[in-house]
C-alpha cells in the first residue's frame, strides 16, 4: 500500500503531462489551420486589391483617351451610320457633277474577336472626264477607314460631247453593334 501511495502521484502528475501535451497538441493544430485560413483569406484580399487598381486604372484610361476614342470613331462608318454614308456618297456625286448609281451596299457581319464590320459597296456614274475624276478624288479621300478596291472606265461618245461612265468596287469599315 505504501508502494500505492507512493505511485498515485507519480501517476497523476503522468496523466497531467499527457492531457496538457494533448491539449498543446490540439491547440498548436487550431492555430496551424487558423493560419491557413487566414492566409487564403489575405491571398484573397491581395487579389481583389489588385483587381480593384487594375479597374480603377483601366477607367482612368478610358477617360484619358475618351476623346481620341471619339475621334477614332469618325473614321468608321458608324454603328447606324450606313445611310447617312450613302448620302455622303450620293453627295458628293452631286457636287462633282456626275450621275450616280449605288448598285449594290452590303454589311458583312463582324467575326466574334472583331469590333469592325465590313461595308462593301458597288457605284456606277457617269458623266465628263473632269466630273468623273472630281468624284473619284473626292470619293478616295473619304475621312475613313476603306477605299476602292476595282474601278473600270468607259469612254463613249454622244453626238455633243464625250462622256465616262465608272463603275466601282470599294470597301469600308463599320463599327460593329
Known sequence: ??????????????????????SLLYVYGRITAINEET?????????SSQKEEQLRGLKALLGDTASARREADTYFVGQDGVVDFL???EEIGRTSRVDLSVDSVNVEKATKTSVLEGVPI??????????????????EKLPIVGGISFARFTRFDLASSTQWSASITAHFSKLAP
Open 1 to 22: 500500500m505504501n508502494v500505492l501511495r507512493k505511485s498515485v502521484p507519480l501517476m497523476l502528475a503522468t496523466l497531467f503531462t499527457f492531457v496538457a501535451g494533448a
Open 87 to 89: 448620302k455622303t456618297i
Open 39 to 47: 492566409a487564403g483569406i489575405s491571398g484573397e484580399l491581395t487579389q
Open 122 to 139: 458597288a457605284i456606277k456614274l457617269s458623266g465628263t472626264f473632269g466630273g468623273v475624276m472630281r468624284y473619284l478624288y473626292q470619293f
